[in-house]
């Protein structure tokens, strides 16, 4: 059997066969004389116990846990896509029939579209290291994080008229309306954070693409969210 050995001068490794144990040679790389180490001296490295039950051949018997994978089901797909249909149609039609919307049917849109914009973000932002929400505890998460993405939107209705002293929201000014939004996001982003245990940045993106949605939607309905005046 080969007799490991490593020069001390070069420290080049190689293998020399076990009848020139205890014999001093050249190295192959260098020419320094070095000694081949006896057979007892060889030093073995043996893989450290893992302290796991084996079988007789010294392998473990304990299994791997496999993580469940939660791909996007076409079902959900199909549903998620349908409800952001449906919603878009009724703000297209609100579009067309003209006038502004009552505060009603804009709160009721941005519930609806929330759970299927909730369950799609997650999908994509969900943290690959642990295990994902599935069944029921994701539907319960999901309905809660919508309905807290909904409610935010109430900050945008009460807070020009407490603070810059409006009759509408509609009349405040671009840089107020940015504010405010990005109050929200921040706000849903911590919502995000707290249902999915979700990073910071991740939540951020997941609260985004909801208020993104429905501001796109508030604007294809023909809703004035703000204006260019001061």
């Not at 420290?11 to 020399?16: A, D, P, S």
């Not at 392998?59 to 249909?85: C, H, N, W, Y």
């Not at 069944?135 to 407490?162: D, M, Q, T």
Request: proline share 7%; with cysteine; charged share 15%.
């Amino acid at each position: 059997m080969p007799i490991q050995v490593t020069c001390p001068k070069c420290l080049k490794r190689f293998q020399v066969s076990d009848k020139f144990a205890g014999k001093t040679g050249p190295c192959p790389s260098c020419k320094n004389q070095i000694k081949v180490p006896e057979k007892g001296e060889e030093v073995k490295i043996h893989a450290p116990d893992d302290g796991a039950p084996k079988d007789r051949t010294g392998k473990s018997v304990l299994k791997p846990i496999k993580r469940q994978e939660t791909d996007v089901t076409r079902k959900g797909l199909f549903i998620t896509i349908g409800a952001i249909v449906a919603v878009v149609a009724v703000a297209v039609g609100l579009r067309i029939s003209g006038g502004v919307p009552h505060w009603s049917v804009l709160a009721a849109m941005a519930v609806a579209i929330a759970p299927p914009l909730v369950w799609a973000g997650y999908k994509f932002v969900q943290d690959s290291e642990l295990a994902p929400y599935v069944g029921s505890e994701l539907r319960n998460r999901v309905l809660i994080c919508g309905v807290l993405f909904a409610a935010l939107w109430l900050l945008y209705a009460f807070i020009p008229s407490y603070l810059f002293d409006l009759e509408s929201p509609s009349e405040m000014s671009f840089l107020y309306f940015g504010i405010i939004i990005s109050v929200m996001l921040v706000m849903g982003a911590f919502v995000s954070v707290a249902t999915f245990e979700l990073e910071f940045p991740s939540g951020l993106a997941h609260a985004g693409l909801y208020f993104i949605a429905t501001i796109l939607l508030a604007v294809i309905s023909g809703v004035t969210l703000a204006t260019a005046a001061p």
